[in-house]
């Protein structure tokens, strides 16, 4: 017992490693690990497992409550490619699938969207970069680090959130359209995304009707909304 007490506190200076996120008021340690607050990537040193904790509260990311990877239940990803930050392209998407309200249903549509990104479209990971459910969470997907798979010819510059429902004739609630904001509020402050960014509906950079009619007109009515090509 007293060598782990004694080891736990001497490791970390033998190895030189620090334990704060940055410039953040968060912890580095591993993810599997309780957290008050939730897991941001991209901001330790180490393996992709040894994160920051970022307490509810703190940082830059105070409003917004990511649910990581591990508390969803995420496969690890086959593969990954680090993206270069910050991007100055931001896409909104929708699932296509019924929405959802709570962390259990929101992170069990989760796990089956990266089942169908993995096995049948043969992606390394679930492709969007994040997920939000209108039970006002963030889901995590390939986060703030890796190059997603979610908007063909733009991936390897741009991050993209994924609104979990069908926003074709009707709009995400208010906690959803909330958190999404917040989000890519919160990767301006952590340094991912320019503070000129552009954002685009999915639509705008291919042939598809995402992220639904409804949907697209609300986004045009964000600031960093971006009419013409990305
Ligand atoms: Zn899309």
């Known amino acids: 017992m007293m060598l782990v007490i004694v080891l736990g506190f001497v490791v970390p200076f033998v190895l030189g490693a620090d334990t ?36 509810t509260g703190s940082g830059g990311c105070s409003n ?19 993206i270069s930050v910050p991007v100055s392209e931001f896409f909104i998407h929708h699932t296509e699938s019924p929405s959802c309200s709570s962390i259990t249903e929101c992170s069990a ?4 969207i990266q089942n169908y990104h993995m096995d049948s479209r043969g992606w390394s990971d679930i492709g969007y970069s ?13 986060g703030w680090s890796h190059v997603g798979a979610h908007t063909a010819g733009y991936n390897s510059r741009s991050f993209a959130a994924s609104m979990i429902g069908s926003y074709m004739n009707h709009l995400p609630n208010s906690k959803a359209l909330t958190a999404v904001k917040n989000l890519i509020a919160c990767g301006v402050q ?25 949907l697209y007109a609300e986004i045009q009515t964000w600031p960093h909304y971006s009419h013409g090509n990305p």
């Not at 591990?70 to 990954?80: E, I, L």
């Not at 995304?193 to 009619?213: E, K, V």
């Open 20 to 55: 704060g996120c940055l410039n953040l008021s968060g912890t580095c340690q591993e993810d599997n690990l309780p957290c008050s607050g939730g897991y941001v990537s991209g901001l330790c040193s180490g393996h992709a497992s040894r994160r920051c904790c970022l307490p």
């Open 190 to 214: 952590l340094g991912k995304i320019t503070s000129s960014y552009r954002l685009f509906g999915h639509r705008d950079a291919g042939q598809t009707n995402c992220p639904g009619d409804a």
């Open 64 to 82: 917004v409550n990511i649910i990581s990877r591990a508390q969803w239940g995420a496969r690890s990803p086959t593969h990954v490619s680090y």
């Open 130 to 142: 994040f997920l939000v459910g209108e039970d006002g969470n963030v889901y995590e997907g390939r």
């Open 109 to 112: 549509r989760v796990r089956g």
